[in-house]
């Protein structure tokens, strides 16, 4: 079992930063990749970013790349999603979720067994 919480979501104009954490408890040891999804009301839950576990690779879906950065920080266990240059599309649910099953990032939210709670990120004119 792997316990996620994150954290950071919060209003923020547009053209800011955010930066959310994930911090991962439990079986830690079982994860092979992480990754951020989000969710905005009527719509399926998005792939954002991902990164493998052991290594520095990560991958971003094309709505985010060169905005958004993945990093890790293995003592803690945490991961990060630094946003940058926010818009207001970004405004959303974000979630992160941990794949203990398949190898590499996976960009189905299907491939995700753990789930935190979600934190909100709204996006001001």
């Known amino acids: 079992q792997v316990q996620l919480v994150e954290s950071g979501g919060r209003l923020v104009q547009a053209g800011g930063s955010l930066r959310l954490s994930c911090a991962a408890s439990?079986?830690?040891?079982?994860?092979?990749?992480m990754a951020w999804f989000r969710r905005t009301p009527g719509k399926e839950r998005e792939f954002v970013g991902g990164?493998?576990?052991?290594?520095?690779?990560?991958q971003y879906a094309d709505s985010v790349k060169g905005r958004f950065t993945i990093s890790r920080e293995n003592i803690l266990n945490t991961v990060y999603l630094q946003m940058d240059n926010l818009k207001q599309e970004d405004t959303a649910v974000y979630y992160c979720?941990?794949?203990?099953?398949?190898?590499?990032?996976?960009?189905?939210?299907?491939?995700?067994?753990?789930w935190g709670q979600g934190t909100q990120v709204t996006v001001s004119s």
């Open positions: 990164t493998f576990w052991n290594t520095r690779n990560t």
């Open positions: 439990g079986g830690t040891r079982s994860i092979n990749s």
């Open positions: 979720a941990a794949n203990t099953r398949w190898r590499g990032v996976r960009l189905a939210d299907a491939d995700y067994a753990y």
